[in-house]
């Protein structure tokens, strides 16, 4: 039987399998988190001819969740593909079926694996290549991020690839649950020529900026800076739940779950 990391993700991939993982993560995330926001803009305008490869931080193990639960909102009609440790790939099989793909970590070896299977996935225009670039855990306030070089080596022998940078952080606000933030930055591509050496700072340095952005707008903790993409669960729940909402008929208010009102853009409730 082949390794994981030698297996072809575009014949193992499953559209059904990926429909339904992607409302599986979906109300994951609604059930664990306040909301899971989008800094405006929002994502920017990319062109359909071009393969692209959405390149991340990596501060939580929700971030692949994040990538299979929106990439139907974002992408449509493109498949999605991502690395994933070759030795959890082996461990949970079915997830080749979402376009995952087998890299092996702390080994020589592993570089050549995402490349050759990176390669292949970006070799049409209508597919999204999904990786956190860090290649490890690490917090949103680490500098610098310390990207691994594959992505400006795959853009470098595949320069139609265009890199559109995403940061995530994951913080709380004034509720019980987190609430999951994501930016997009402004998409990076190869210049004529351009080598894996100078791509990666390029890279790195478009990130940071999209992170540090992400930071300023968290720090805000203005909802109105964001768009919603899944409501999550609101208010605190249990016993002190059920008191407001009995405090609430008594008074004979409407309930407020929320400590605090979303706002609407430029911050006004």
């Not at 339904?20 to 926001?37: H, I, K, T, Y």
């Not at 070089?149 to 139609?160: K, N, Q, S, V």
């Amino acid at each position: 039987m082949s390794r994981p990391s030698e297996r072809d993700p575009l014949a193992a991939r499953s559209n059904g399998a990926c429909r339904f993982f992607a409302g599986v993560m979906r109300r994951q995330l609604a059930s664990n988190f306040r909301a899971v926001r989008l800094a405006r803009p929002g994502l920017p305008e990319v062109p359909p001819d071009r393969p692209l490869m959405i390149y991340a931080n990596h501060p939580s193990w929700w971030d692949p969740a994040i990538f299979i639960a929106l990439h139907p909102r974002f992408f449509p009609d493109r498949q999605g593909y991502g690395p994933i440790d070759a030795a959890m790939l082996e461990r949970y099989r079915f997830m080749a079926r979402l376009g995952v793909f087998g890299v092996r970590q702390d080994d020589p070896r592993g570089a050549a694996d995402f490349l050759r299977q990176a390669m292949r996935v970006t070799d049409v225009p209508d597919r999204v290549l999904w990786i956190t670039a860090q290649g490890r855990f690490a917090d949103v306030r680490t500098r610098p991020l310390g990207l691994r070089p594959g992505a400006a080596h795959l853009m470098a022998r595949r320069p139609e690839v265009l890199a559109v940078p995403l940061a995530m952080e994951y913080t709380f606000w004034s509720e019980k649950r987190p609430e999951a933030l994501l930016r997009f930055g402004a998409p990076v591509e190869a210049r004529a020529g351009e080598g894996a050496v100078a791509l990666g700072p390029r890279l790195e340095a478009a990130l940071t900026d999209t992170a540090d952005a992400l930071a300023a707008l968290a720090v805000a903790r203005d909802p109105g800076s964001f768009e919603t993409l899944i409501g999550g669960a609101r208010g605190t729940g249990g016993v002190y739940g059920l008191w407001q909402r009995a405090r609430a008929v008594a008074t004979g208010r409407p309930y407020a779950p929320d400590h605090a009102p979303e706002t609407a853009p430029g911050g006004r409730p």
